[in-house]
């Protein structure tokens, strides 16, 4: 397409607007995907975990070493924590920031 000259320059900064939004958008294509994939795979996770505890009494599942059952409840909750207040469970709430680990 040609235009002339003096309004040549309106059409390549609409052009290089245009490329910057596509690249953003494609950059949150990507991103999205990304947190799609990872949500996918954290609930295959938790469904076999489910699967894994349904074989298992009530009893089985508390008498297993302390690893073992923080690790179940860790695949089980993920990021979410339980709030309790006087020995009481409140609710649950997500932990957004990475634990550090104390030695």
Do not use: P, Y
């Amino acid at each position: 397409m040609t235009a002339r000259e003096e309004v040549q320059h309106i059409f390549d900064e609409e052009i290089g607007k245009l490329s910057d939004q596509l690249k953003v958008m494609r950059e949150a294509r990507s991103s999205l995907h990304g947190e799609a994939l990872a949500t996918q795979h954290k609930t295959a996770v938790q469904q076999a975990t489910l699967e894994e505890l349904a074989k298992l009494t009530l009893e089985r599942f508390w008498n297993q070493e302390s690893r073992v059952i923080n690790q179940t409840l860790h695949r089980l909750m993920g990021k979410r924590r339980l709030v309790l207040l006087g020995g009481e469970i409140q609710g649950a709430v997500e932990v957004k920031r990475r634990q550090v680990r104390h030695a």
